[in-house]
Antibody, heavy 122, light 107 residues
């Protein structure tokens, strides 16, 4: 059973960089066949896709966040990470990591982490 | 960019049928996936590729997709079905697109 677990600071100061890591267990990121995504949800709001990474390191980001987002992968640790720079209070949200099967023509998210709340405040 | 439109809320009487729509330009040409999210929990896939149920999802959940509207149907609605529901598609340019979400209330 694949499991994803987010980790990182729950409080980030404005203008700083938000950093989160997703640890994958029960399966290898290096096995290929999957996109590894970050998704966020502002309090009381809907889901916003941030971007994904493939095990090779290729990425695709939501154009609305592209200028501030970096997603990286560490296959040796079976982890992938999110960095969001120059954060403001508008970046306060629950951040989820999730997996999509890229071998499907229209991939869906089959596994999700439990989510982690990140608050941006001084 | 591709957009998906969902009603903010849908109400259904206990034991009746709920229908949650997801509108998009020619959405019938895409595969639509549906997620259920209960308060404080991560989303859970309930329908994939328009009408397929993952293992463990009750048969009461079904989906359809045609024209400009996809529909998630929940038959014999139960109190435990109260949740937010999100549709999602894969768009060739935008990649992942979510609908705004619909809050289902079971009366």
């Amino acid at each position: 059973q694949v499991q994803l677990q987010e980790s990182g600071p729950g409080l980030v100061k404005p203008s700083q960089t938000l950093s989160l890591t997703c640890t994958v267990s029960g399966g290898s990121i290096s096995s290929g066949g999957y996109y590894w995504s970050w998704i966020r949800q502002h309090p009381g709001k809907g889901l916003e896709w941030i971007g994904y990474i493939y095990y090779s390191g290729s990425t695709y980001y939501n154009p609305s966040l592209k200028s501030r987002v970096t997603i990286s992968v560490d296959t040796s640790k079976n982890q992938f990470s999110l960095k969001l720079s120059s954060v403001t209070a508008a970046d306060t949200a629950v951040y989820y990591c999730a997996r999509q099967n890229r071998l499907q023509p229209n991939p869906y998210f089959d596994y999700w982490g439990q989510g982690t709340l990140v608050t941006v405040s001084s | 960019s591709y957009e998906l439109t969902q009603p903010l809320s849908v109400s259904v009487a206990l034991g009746q049928t709920a229908r949650i729509t997801c509108g998009g330009n020619n959405i019938g040409s895409k595969n639509v996936h549906w997620y259920q999210q209960k308060p404080g929990q991560a989303p859970v896939l309930v329908i994939y590729r328009d009408s397929n149920r993952p293992s463990g999802i009750p048969e009461r959940f079904s989906g359809s997709n045609s024209g400009n509207t996809a529909t998630l149907t929940i038959s014999r609605a139960q109190a435990g079905d109260e949740a937010d529901y999100y549709c999602q598609v894969w768009d060739s340019s935008t990649k992942v697109v979510f609908g705004g979400g619909t809050k289902l209330t079971v009366l």
